[in-house]
């Protein structure tokens, strides 16, 4: 059973997630918004949408994606968002090929599906970036969601 979980969430991986969990703000170079997260619980996977609201610039594209990790962990993400990058961290994160780059009409969207996951409480953070803006990516709120257990598909966060 699916149950709604969040919504309103080609660089290399490791530069899109070093700023993943910083606070949104304006950038000097391309204005870049943060992606729409929606992230459903499926029995132990997450199904994790990603919409991108920006319109494709030819010469600083912009691509968003997400990253999935412990949410016993967010203080760590929210103090060095560079930790998510350390082997085993996250969950999850957006593989890098399949990043959601920006479209004409400004509505690009994927699903992704992690892998199975075990029981437990995890965060969801989206985030978006261009070329110009990698030191800076505009982030989403971070969701909480459960996996698994008596507490399977109960969400918080936007």
Do not use: H
Request: proline share 8%; aromatic share 6%.
């Amino acid at each position: 059973m699916k149950r709604l979980a969040g919504g309103a969430a080609c660089a290399a991986a490791a530069a899109a997630a070093v700023s993943m969990a910083m606070p949104a703000t304006a950038s000097a170079a391309t204005e870049v918004a943060p992606p729409t997260v929606v992230t459903e619980v499926d029995g132990n996977t997450l199904d994790i949408t990603v919409t991108n609201p920006n319109v494709f610039e030819l010469t600083d594209p912009q691509s968003c994606g997400a990253v999935a990790f412990d949410a016993t962990r967010l203080p760590e993400v929210l103090s060095n968002p560079a930790v998510v990058l350390q082997p085993g961290f996250a969950a999850w994160m957006t593989p890098l090929p399949e990043r959601v780059v920006a479209n004409a009409t400004g509505d690009a969207v994927k699903t992704f599906t992690t892998s199975e996951l075990a029981d437990g409480a995890y965060a969801v953070i989206g985030e978006c970036l261009s070329l110009s803006t990698v030191a800076n990516p505009q982030t989403t709120l971070p969701q909480i969601v459960f996996v698994g257990g008596p507490l399977d598909g109960i969400q918080f966060g936007s």
